[in-house]
T-cell receptor
Framework: GESVGLHLPTLSVQEGDNSIINCAYSNSASDYFIWYKQESGKGPQFIIDIRSNMDKRQGQRVTVLLNKTVKHLSLQIAATQPGDSAVYFCAENSGGSNYKLTFGKGTLLTVNP | GAGVSQSPRYKVAKRGQDVALRCDPISGHVSLFWYQQALGQGPEFLTYFQNEAQLDKSGLPSDRFFAERPEGSVSTLKIQRTQQEDSAVYLC?????????????FGSGTRLTVV
């Protein structure tokens, strides 16, 4: 039978399109947020971070948006490539902790060539 | 080494067996973390070391779980009398700062399967 938790939210896009991955975080006291990329068989890899005193931060091909009012975080990937296919996790520093991260459930991004 | 190294990559244990998982952090990194990742889930915090001191072990699921870092570098996560619910990927991460605020570096993990 099926097990709860095995079915990640999924996003399928065409190569070259922009991708938007969303995340709702849990603790209003959290003040630091990170997006991680996890490929099969590997550990999470840091992509970009943002502090709560910012609404937006841009990196190379990636942008993170933070809406503290509704506790929502998003990751935008421009010109998505097949190498971007992975599971993406948002993480928050648990209630303001300076070392502990709380991860979201993850989104599976599939890029079709 | 250039990254966080974990061994073994895969471990199959019979229920009731003890296991030891090893983590070699990035050289010179002060902070070391263990996380547990169940299938299809995000990683969950287990424990945190700053040098050899274990500052937080609040995430360890039971007293069957024990972690150490005696010389402030290599760390071992030990699980006694393994149960099926212990099956997961165990991730180690390290940071050069005294804390996580800048995104620490994860290893590839040890996949533990308890049969």
């Amino acid at each position: 039978g099926e097990s709860v938790g095995l079915h990640l939210p999924t996003l399928s896009v065409q190569e070259g399109d922009n991708s938007i991955i969303n995340c709702a975080y849990s603790n209003s006291a959290s003040d630091y947020f990170i997006w991680y990329k996890q490929e099969s068989g590997k550990g999470p890899q840091f992509i970009i971070d943002i502090r709560s005193n910012m609404d937006k931060r841009q990196g190379q091909r990636v942008t993170v948006l933070l809406n503290k009012t509704v506790k929502h975080l998003s990751l935008q990937i421009a010109a998505t490539q097949p190498g971007d296919s992975a599971v993406y996790f948002c993480a928050e520093n648990s209630g303001g902790s300076n070392y502990k991260l709380t991860f979201g459930k993850g989104t599976l991004l599939t890029v079709n060539p | 080494g250039a990254g966080v190294s974990q061994s073994p990559r895969y471990k199959v244990a019979k229920r009731g067996q003890d296991v030891a998982l090893r983590c070699d952090p990035i050289s010179g990194h002060v902070s070391l973390f263990w996380y547990q990742q169940a299938l299809g889930q995000g990683p969950e915090f287990l424990t945190y070391f700053q040098n050899e001191a274990q500052l937080d072990k609040s995430g360890l699921p039971s007293d069957r779980f024990f972690a150490e870092r005696p010389e402030g570098s290599v760390s071992t996560l030990k699980i006694q009398r393994t149960q099926q619910e212990d099956s997961a990927v165990y991730l180690c991460a390290s940071s050069g700062r005294q804390g996580a605020n800048y995104g620490y570096t994860f290893g590839s993990g040890t996949r533990l399967t308890v049969v």
